[in-house]
């Protein structure tokens, strides 16, 4: 029998998925065009861990189409918040996919976000409900932490260069070796220790 829908999980996974949207293609250019792709995965992630694959893809996607609508509205209405575009930049390969169900061009935002956020928050649910991907999710979000550390670091150390910008900030970090050495070497050390100590043990 499946387990009930977490409605209190799909809410913050519609925040993440909205808020990673915009954030993800301000701060880091080079994933501009994936950002809402990597927010729904990351969203349907949350949403879909630790529940059975079904449940856990409903819970993506009700995420990613809750999400998507919300999202879109807010980019239509309010330009940036605190000087951040709520943009919604679609990779390419997207754009005929996206094209094929829009209606009209000023309701772009929610169709895109919409229909990225299904897809790909249903996969991401999909994904985290797998239990043998629980170790993979924690050492991926470890590495990302420690970049995202890594960035926030190197900014303020630059704040009052000028024309110093955040993604110059996370550029420096991801090409720098010693810096993913040392994300990749913390991530597997915390993920080792987990399941030494037995976090992931089922009850």
């Known amino acids: 029998m499946s387990e009930k829908i977490d409605f209190f999980r799909i809410t913050i996974g519609v925040a993440i998925y909205i808020f990673w949207s915009f954030l993800i293609g301000y701060f880091i250019a080079d994933l501009t065009p994936y950002a809402a792709i ?15 694959p079904f449940t856990g ?23 940036s918040i605190y000087g951040i575009p709520l943009s919604v930049p679609i990779a390419n390969f997207l754009v005929p996919v ?17 229909t990225v956020g299904i897809i790909f928050g249903g996969l991401g649910g999909f994904l985290g409900s797998i239990k043998k991907l629980r170790g993979v999710i924690l050492l991926i979000t470890l590495f990302l932490l420690f970049i995202f550390y890594g960035a926030v670091d190197n900014a303020a150390w630059n704040i009052e260069k000028p024309g110093w910008t955040w993604n110059m900030s996370f550029s420096h970090v991801l ?8 994300a990749v070497v913390f991530a597997i050390f915390v993920t ?12």
């Open 98 to 114: 996206i094209q094929t169900v829009s209606v009209a061009t000023s309701i772009f935002s929610i169709i895109s976000l919409f």
């Open 38 to 52: 990597i927010a729904a995965i990351a969203a349907g992630i949350y949403t879909g861990y630790k529940s059975d």
């Open 192 to 203: 080792i220790l987990t399941y030494i100590l037995g976090l992931f043990k089922e009850k």
């Open 175 to 182: 090409t720098n070796r010693i810096d993913l050495l040392v």
């Open 57 to 79: 893809t409903i819970n993506g996607v009700f995420t990613g189409a809750a999400g998507g609508i919300a999202g879109g509205f807010l980019s239509m209405y309010i330009p």
